[in-house]
């Protein structure tokens, strides 16, 4: 069993910028994806981005390219999110993801957080 547990989230005003971070634990494999997902109210759970076991290979959702960058500390089991320049419309419950290797073109993960709330104030 693999525990995620996300930190970070707040309120923020427009174009600012928050870092959220995740922290992996228990029977993690040697290798694994880490990646985020966020889920607003009223709408479906949507793919933020992922990122491969060794930190090489990103993938970003078309609405925060450029805008967010997703990195790792594997020494330290733990991923994380920096989002700048938010919009109101990031506002969601943001959550931590992980699987075993696969093709990053695959939205599938196995392992969820809880999630942590971002608000952004217009």
């Known amino acids: 069993q693999v525990q995620l547990v996300e930190s970070g989230g707040g309120l923020v005003q427009a174009g600012g910028s928050l870092r959220l971070s995740c922290v992996a634990s228990?029977?993690?494999?040697?290798?694994?994806?880490m990646g985020w997902f966020r889920q607003a109210p009223g709408k479906e759970r949507e793919f933020v981005g992922g990122?491969?076991?060794?930190?090489?290979?990103?993938r970003y959702a078309e609405s925060v390219k450029g805008r967010f960058t997703i990195s790792r500390d594997s020494a330290k089991s733990t991923v994380y999110l920096q989002m700048n320049n938010l919009k109101p419309e990031d506002t969601a419950v943001y959550y931590c993801v992980g699987r075993i290797p696969q093709s990053m073109t695959s939205l599938r993960y196995d392992w969820w957080g809880r999630g942590t709330q971002v608000t952004v104030s217009s």
């Open positions: 990122i491969t076991w060794n930190g090489i290979i990103t």
């Open positions: 228990g029977r993690t494999p040697s290798r694994y994806t």
